[in-house]
């Protein structure tokens, strides 16, 4: 019953452009099913009411259906698509941004008694689990404001710390939780993935973004594997390629020089893993992507 009511709500509500008038709030429908298409995960819950969506991170694989969520709690280069939708039985999903300050401001106001004991080490920067039903009553009264928007400045983010509650305390509250502790490992990890994103077309020591992010060489590779399934080095190139096939979309003649602009010194060593990435090398790739951009975060949920 209570997913019936939140598909309901999510038909009704859903934008070309997956906005709504609560922040920080987006509402996906899909129509059919696509290849696989890079994005950035944003840190986000995203569920899904109807339809499924499979998610790869390195050499991990994550699915999530109906009645399920996802948490990703770093920004991760991925590779998704939805598995189940068609025009008679549309993928429907919910995300919602999750932000750090928001996380930390709740685990203060937390009596210690009230949190789960945390597990050790970085966790994840993705992971599924099944909603519980406290956790879908919030989601749905949340978007049953979408019908009564003179009552979203104020109720919207009450219900929105009672989503977060339920993530802190749920089955996959250690993930959340670190989103919101600035010494945890996941955000000296975060730091690191951020540092990388900004400054992707340099050259770097490992070494050296290890001490950035304050962590020993050996805890930094340990944690940052742990989190995003790849190492610094392989982060750095999904950045690239993600980066360059963005470029692409828009300067499809410029091969060569979207592969200097991306950090690569061979146009060559560039085609090879492009073509390695995006099935195709990069002319061909972009004559396919004339017209239409690849996914973004908002396709998560």
């Given at each position: 019953m209570d997913l019936d009511e939140l598909r309901s709500l999510l038909a009704r509500h859903a934008r070309p452009d997956t906005t709504t008038t609560i922040d920080d709030v987006l509402i996906s429908k899909v129509e059919r099913r696509a290849p696989p298409?890079?994005?950035?995960?944003?840190?986000?819950?995203?569920?899904?009411?109807q339809g499924g969506k499979r998610i790869a991170l390195g050499d991990r694989v994550y699915e999530y259906h109906a009645g399920q969520y996802l948490i990703a709690s770093v920004d991760l280069p991925i590779n998704g698509h939805f598995t189940e939708a068609?025009?008679?039985?549309?993928?429907l999903g919910l995300g919602l941004t999750l932000h750090p300050a928001a996380v930390a401001e709740i685990l203060l106001q937390a009596a210690p008694g009230d949190l789960p004991p945390s597990t050790g080490g970085a966790p994840s920067g993705l992971a599924v689990s099944t909603a519980s039903?406290?956790?879908?009553?919030?989601?749905?009264?949340?978007?049953?404001?979408?019908?009564?928007p003179r009552d979203i400045?104020?109720?919207?983010?009450?219900?929105?710390?009672?989503?977060?509650?339920?993530?802190?305390?749920?089955?996959?509250?250690?993930?959340?939780?670190?989103l919101?502790?600035?010494?945890?490992?996941?955000?000296?990890?975060?730091?690191?993935?951020?540092?990388?994103?900004?400054?992707?077309m340099r050259s770097f020591r490992v070494e050296?973004?290890?001490?950035?992010?304050?962590?020993?060489?050996?805890?930094?590779?340990?944690n940052f594997q742990a989190v995003t399934?790849?190492?610094?080095?392989?982060?750095q190139k999904q950045i690239r390629l993600q980066q360059a096939r963005l470029l692409l979309a828009t300067a499809p003649n410029d091969v060569t020089g979207i592969s200097r602009r991306v950090g690569y010194d061979s146009p060559s060593q560039f085609s090879?893993?492009?073509?390695?990435?995006?099935?195709?090398?990069?002319?061909?790739?972009?004559?396919?992507?004339?017209?239409?951009?690849?996914?973004t975060a908002a396709t998560l949920a």
């Amino acid at each position: 019953m209570d997913l019936d009511e939140l598909r309901s709500l999510l038909a009704r509500h859903a934008r070309p452009d997956t906005t709504t008038t609560i922040d920080d709030v987006l509402i996906s429908k899909v129509e059919r099913r696509a290849p696989p298409s890079p994005s950035m995960s944003g840190t986000v819950l995203a569920i899904i009411a109807q339809g499924g969506k499979r998610i790869a991170l390195g050499d991990r694989v994550y699915e999530y259906h109906a009645g399920q969520y996802l948490i990703a709690s770093v920004d991760l280069p991925i590779n998704g698509h939805f598995t189940e939708a068609s025009p008679e039985r549309p993928a429907l999903g919910l995300g919602l941004t999750l932000h750090p300050a928001a996380v930390a401001e709740i685990l203060l106001q937390a009596a210690p008694g009230d949190l789960p004991p945390s597990t050790g080490g970085a966790p994840s920067g993705l992971a599924v689990s099944t909603a519980s039903i406290e956790l879908l009553d919030a989601v749905i009264r949340l978007v049953r404001l979408l019908d009564r928007p003179r009552d979203i400045t104020v109720l919207a983010p009450l219900i929105k710390r009672e989503i977060l509650w339920r993530l802190i305390t749920g089955e996959q509250g250690t993930a959340v939780r670190q989103l919101g502790l600035a010494d945890s490992g996941l955000s000296h990890i975060a730091r690191a993935v951020q540092w990388i994103r900004d400054h992707y077309m340099r050259s770097f020591r490992v070494e050296d973004v290890a001490r950035l992010s304050g962590m020993s060489v050996s805890a930094f590779y340990r944690n940052f594997q742990a989190v995003t399934a790849m190492s610094p080095i392989q982060f750095q190139k999904q950045i690239r390629l993600q980066q360059a096939r963005l470029l692409l979309a828009t300067a499809p003649n410029d091969v060569t020089g979207i592969s200097r602009r991306v950090g690569y010194d061979s146009p060559s060593q560039f085609s090879r893993e492009y073509r390695r990435q995006f099935g195709a090398p990069p002319s061909q790739d972009a004559a396919r992507l004339r017209g239409s951009t690849p996914g973004t975060a908002a396709t998560l949920a």
